[in-house]
């Protein structure tokens, strides 16, 4: 049985994401889903390290999203918003980095943003564009948000860093 491109775009993703989750719950993150989280808000944001899946926004469309990861809670300085793009073999990801991108610097409310990027099947250079528009900050000057560009492993080793 052969799955759609969108099938498999969605386990891609879904690969990427429950590879980061494991290392956010070796350091003490309580990982759930957006709609438990929504429910006891006030209780989850009094806790320590809260990972909160499919976090919503509104998007540079003004249409409804969701990212992989708000991360939260008591022993951080600040919500952390991580954005995961993985891609395997050649496909169309990489033509959503520009929409990441601009609804990192103009609709996410956190002023920290990851994006992991992995997988190596995006287009060659769209991984360096991104890249050079977190390093050049043209877009994000008035905004003043920290963007970060990471790999799966470059993730896991700013998890284990950043929240011994």
């Not at 808000?41 to 003004?62: C, H, I, M, Q």
Request: net charge positive.
């Amino acid at each position: 049985m052969s799955d759609s491109q969108g099938a498999k775009a969605n386990k891609n993703g879904k690969i990427l994401e429950d590879s980061i989750t494991p290392a956010l719950e070796s350091r003490n993150f309580l990982v759930i889903e957006f709609k438990k989280y929504i429910k006891k808000e006030d209780y989850y944001n009094s806790l320590p390290r809260v990972a909160v899946k499919g976090f919503p926004f509104t998007t540079v469309y003004e249409t409804n999203g969701k990212t992989e990861y708000v991360l939260l809670g008591t022993d951080l300085k600040e919500r952390i918003r991580i954005e995961c793009k993985r891609q395997q073999a050649a496909g169309s990801v990489d033509e959503k980095f520009p929409y990441m991108y601009l609804n990192s610097v103009y609709k996410y409310p956190e002023k920290t943003v990851i994006f992991v990027i992995d997988g190596g099947g995006y287009k060659a250079g769209s991984r360096l564009w991104v890249g050079k528009q977190i390093q050049n900050n043209w877009l994000n000057e008035d905004h003043h948000k920290n963007l970060y560009l990471f790999t799966l492993a470059e993730m896991i080793a700013f998890i284990n860093k950043n929240f011994s």
